[in-house]
């Protein structure tokens, strides 16, 4: 093969962060819109980058080691943008304080309520079928998000995010890549750009890699800050409530390339692995996006201290955690149905729609009325889960 394809499409990709990186050589000023948008293509080139880097630099690697290190640096646009929130709300406080919270609530909720049903729907179409089936070995996952699902309940009713919670929610991330790098895999078959990558010559290939990791992450560091402060400008001059900006439209350029690479895997015909993937996102996500923000928030106060959470904060912490078990629950019988999927997306959409208080508080308790009888249904479930990561340990 000479990969024709596939070097238009690593060079056109990395191309989209030219027009900022230039303009930020040149200090030439834009309109908070134009600045938004050219910076926001640059972290959305770079994260693209990244995650074919991180999939190709797998085959270079162990295999233990690559499933903490990759893992990690497949999300490093979404902790990138977040940190930057969490690091000035630490320095200068303010609305900084909120737009953390904004940010890492509507990362984790877009995963489950558009991620996850738009997957589970094109895998239906695919497959000419009315269910997904995932595989056992996503029973990891299963337990982890549950433990911490359960955990982040408590934030809320504290309102706020402790040094102790930055400690829990690191642990739990910590003991999944652990025990992860003890699981049987499948190994995966490299598509795309990453196969491209991988035909080059031993030498070429590291050198390859190591290069896109530092070019998509000075792009990053280049851009998240103009990306972010352009995003508030912006949403100020269009009278749109700032907090709902970092909430939906900031993780929709960090995570975009992740959704575009689990499409591609279902037009694969590879739809366990698309949904694998989605979950372990949401599992990182769920764990140490979490601590992070509060582990960067306390380092740039310079001081141990909690991050704050006010009223609304809380109850957007409270809708993700319930959407969190809804979705633990479904994914108990290893199963997706396509009225499972369509509930996710509904709840998401009507939540999104109207995000006024009593519709927090009411799809709250939708969201975990609807977990309760799946998981009295599918209890024995959960103990296999538990089974399957004991096994593990010992």
């Known amino acids: 093969m000479d990969f024709r394809k596939e070097k238009s499409q690593l060079l056109l990709i990395a191309s989209l962060s ?4 230039i303009s930020l ?10 600045q938004t948008f050219l910076s926001g293509m640059a ?28 893992a990690l640096l497949a999300v490093l646009p979404e902790y990138a943008v977040d940190g930057y929130f969490a690091w000035k709300a630490g320095s200068v406080g303010g609305d900084y304080v909120h737009y953390a919270t904004a940010n890492m609530t509507g990362a984790n909720r877009l995963l489950i309520g558009i991620g996850w049903s738009l997957i589970a729907f094109l895998a239906f179409k695919a497959m000419k079928t009315k269910e997904v089936k995932l595989d056992e070995g996503i029973r990891l996952e299963i337990l982890f998000l549950l433990l911490a699902t359960l955990y982040a309940f408590t934030i809320p009713l504290k309102g706020s995010i402790s040094p102790f919670d930055a400690i829990v929610f690191v642990s739990l991330y910590a003991a999944y890549v652990f025990l992860a790098t003890k699981a049987e895999r499948e190994e995966v078959e490299m598509g795309g750009v990453p196969a491209y990558l991988c035909s080059l010559k031993t030498g ?3 050198l390859s890699v190591v290069l896109l990791f530092l070019f998509a992450g000075s792009v990053i560091l280049l851009s998240v800050e103009a990306f972010s402060e352009g995003l508030l400008e912006t949403a100020r001059i269009f009278g749109v409530d700032e907090f709902l900006a970092v909430q939906w439209i900031a993780p929709l350029a960090s995570e975009s390339p992740e959704l575009i690479v689990a499409v591609y895997f279902v037009k694969r015909m590879r739809v366990t692995a698309s949904m694998n993937a989605l979950i372990s ?8 996006l979490i601590g992070t923000i509060a582990v960067i928030y306390s380092i740039s106060a310079f001081k141990l201290q909690s991050l704050p959470l006010d009223a609304r904060q809380s109850e957007e912490v409270l809708l993700t955690a319930a959407q969190s078990i809804f979705a633990v629950a479904i994914l108990l019988d290893l199963k997706i149905s396509w009225k ?10 009507v939540q999104l729609m109207f ?3 009593e519709v927090r508080y ?10 309760l009888p799946i998981f009295v249904k599918n209890r024995h479930e959960v103990a296999k889960s538990f089974r399957a990561v004991k096994s593990l340990i010992f």
């Open 18 to 21: 030219l027009p900022w990186l």
């Open 204 to 206: 070429q290939r590291r």
């Open 362 to 371: 009411a799809i709250s308790g939708v969201y975990i009325i609807l977990a």
């Open 355 to 357: 995000p006024g208080v």
């Open 25 to 34: 050589t040149l200090d030439y000023p834009h309109l908070p819109i134009i």
């Open 281 to 288: 996102s949401k599992v990182n996500q769920w764990t140490l």
């Open 340 to 349: 499972e999927a369509f509930a996710l997306l509904t709840l998401f959409v």
């Open 43 to 70: 972290v959305i080139s770079a994260s693209f980058l990244i995650s074919w880097a991180a999939e190709t630099a797998e085959m270079d690697v162990p295999r233990s080691f690559s499933l903490a290190i990759v």
